[in-house]
Structure formats: structure tokens, C-alpha cells
């Protein structure tokens, strides 16, 4: 029996952009995993953006995913009262899918600092690792070059082991990050084209980032 393969892929989604979509979307297909869901984190008052409530990040999570079939949207950090580590989620998920293998997406930016993460050694027996590529990050630089001499693999160990691949892609780049998004949004109007037409319409239905 195959087993699945079930994307979780953690952000803040402040908000989800186009960029977002495009990573999932190819993660989903070259590693023909069976699904993705979308994990907006659990913000503390004082780093959230002024004015978007955690309950505002999920439903453009939802807008945004509404007609991708293979994705869902994951609420079970915004469900908690204290602060989340990944560690917990991946343990919380395991117990939720106990017969699939988890993949957590992340970019070339997280890698290269990954071995400071709680417990991260305990995150890779619990899921592999898919590395996204992102601009002005590179493999040879702070952790990377260490975890992918010990954890490095291809395609086809990332479908025949249960956890512990670390799994680099090359995906399209998508140069600008949600920060640039938040803070372009209100004064260029040309930048909306990065958000998908659902999230945009909510961000003004809501006035969110300064958005009339």
C-alpha cells in the first residue's frame, strides 16, 4: 500500500499572495504529494499587523484556496492559546494522520537556521523536509551545508520513507514577500495584482493594511 504524502505548509499569510499559491501549487505536483495544508501560525499581540486579527489571516487563507482541491486550509495553531512550536503541530498532525507521512514546506531562509527551531532534530522524525528556494538564499550558507550532508534526498526516498528527507526544489521565484505587499499596498494600486482577487476583495471589504 502507497502511503500518503501530506504537505503542511506553515506561514503567517500576512496576507497570502500569489507567491504563496505558486510554491504550493508546484510542491503539490513535482512531489505529487496527496494534499497541502496551509498552517497560519499563531501570532503574539505585539507582532501581529495592527488592525488583522488571526481569524482575518485564515479566512484569505480560505479565499485563496477555495478552488484548489489539493489544498486546505490548517487551523490547529490558530486554535491554541499558547505559543506553538512546530514540533508540536507536526506531533499534534502525526495523531491525526498517523498512516500518512508529513512534508513540511519550507524556504532556503528557514534551512539555513533550522538547527536553532525547538527540538528540530525531532521534527525530522516526525516529517521530511521540502526546501523552497528563495532569492538571495543560498545552500552553502549558515545551517544548510551541514543538515543536507546528513539528510539530503531525492524524489523517490521522499515517497518510500516515512520522515527525516530534506528535499531542495527548484521552484519559480516569486521576488516580493508578503512585508513588501503590506507595506505597497495602500499607495500602488499595481501591487493588488499579487494577491488573488478574493483576497484583494476582502482586504477591502475589511480595510486592511491602510486598503480603501
Known sequence: MTRKIIGIF???FDPIHQGHLACARYVLTHCQLDSIRL???HLPPHRATPGVSSQQRA???ELAIASEPNMQLETLEL???TPSYTVDSLVALKQQYPTASLAFII???SLQYFT???NWQHILQL???IVCRRPGYACDEGDAPILLNQYAGNLQQLQQQPAGVILLLDNPDFMQSATFIRQQLATHPHIRTMLPPAVMQYIQQQRLYGCR
Open 10 to 12: 506553515g506561514g503567517t
Open 39 to 41: 498552517m497560519p501560525c
Open 59 to 61: 479566512k484569505m487563507v
Open 79 to 81: 486554535n491554541r492559546q
Open 107 to 109: 524556504g532556503m531562509d
Open 116 to 118: 536553532k527551531w525547538h
Open 127 to 129: 516529517a521530511h523536509l
